[in-house]
């Protein structure tokens, strides 16, 4: 490993407050074409009713009022009813729903009514058009499943209902202790947060030419935020447990304090 694959956020990482990176798989192809199938039938049955109902309505008028009440019914049908319904869930249409899987931009956020816009609008082609033969090539090609509206979009669709692992967050060195207790800790940015926790929960993983040059690198970084150094001969694995332990001790507190003062502040209303 090299320490670049420390040192930033991929595409795929949604971070908590804790600048932990959580892990959004995507969909496998199997279970996406099963989630549109059913999307597609719920979409045909809605066709018919929205046809019925509006020919209904024009049946005493004439051709061109018709002809506006056909093309009435295929927008609401491919473009408005697609878009509301993924917008309204931020990202789950009905056959997302069913099987566990919501549509994400690539950065693993909501996707907003633009995003939904786009897929349902490159969907009537890819899916409709040409049958969803471009779609299956385009998600079988792609490493996140993407098809053609994905890529227009910048979305992707991930699996929900996935265990979540978390791995422990770093216990405070003993011998730092003390100074961690008196040190100046500033906040450190979340790629660089990020890029500590990777590499503490990667110790093991890592060869020990790897290990103490990935090391010297993110302390080297870190201790522009740290004031005072810590004590000489302090190995960077540590220093770099110790501002992680510190900083989650500090902002646990803070966090405690926070919760207390609104306590009493309501008691007393």
């Given at each position: 490993m090299?320490?670049?694959e420390f040192a930033t956020l991929t595409t795929d990482d949604l971070v908590t407050?804790?600048?932990?990176?959580?892990?959004?798989p995507p969909a496998g192809l199997g279970v996406r074409m099963l989630s549109g199938f059913i999307d597609v039938c719920?979409?045909?049955?809605?066709?018919?009713?929205?046809?019925?109902?509006?020919?209904?309505?024009?049946?005493?008028?004439?051709?061109?009022i018709f002809h506006i009440a056909v093309?009435?019914?295929l927008v609401v049908t491919f473009l408005v009813w697609p878009t509301a319904i993924e917008t309204l869930t931020r990202g789950r249409s009905v056959g997302k729903l069913a099987l566990g899987l919501r549509t994400v931009r690539d950065d693993a956020g909501p996707i907003s009514a633009q995003h939904a816009f786009v897929r349902?609008?490159?969907?009537i082609v890819e899916i409709w058009a040409f049958t969803g033969a471009p779609a299956f090539?385009?998600?079988?090609?792609?490493?996140?499943g993407k098809r053609l509206g994905d890529y227009a979009a910048g979305t992707y669709v991930v699996r929900e209902r996935v265990r979540l692992q978390l791995a422990?967050?770093?216990?405070?060195?003993?011998?730092?202790?003390?100074?961690?207790?008196?040190a100046d800790l500033a906040s450190l940015p979340t790629g660089l947060a990020l890029a500590v926790r990777q590499y503490l929960s990667r110790l093991p993983q890592?060869?020990?030419?790897?290990?103490?040059?990935?090391?010297l690198d993110l302390a080297g970084r870190v201790a522009a935020y740290v004031a005072p150094a810590p004590p000489p001969g302090t190995p960077p694995e540590a220093f770099l447990a110790a501002v992680v332990a510190a900083r989650r001790e500090r902002d646990s507190a803070r966090l405690a304090r926070e919760a207390e003062l609104r306590r009493r502040l309501t008691r007393r209303r």
């Open positions: 090299s320490a670049p407050g804790e600048a932990v990176a959580l892990d959004l719920l979409t045909l049955v809605l066709l018919v009713v929205v046809l019925l109902l509006f020919l209904v309505a024009a049946l005493q008028t004439d051709g061109a093309i009435g019914t349902a609008l490159i969907g090539i385009s998600a079988l090609v792609s490493s996140r422990a967050p770093p216990m405070m060195p003993p011998p730092l202790a003390g100074w961690a207790r008196t890592l060869d020990p030419a790897s290990r103490q040059r990935i090391g």
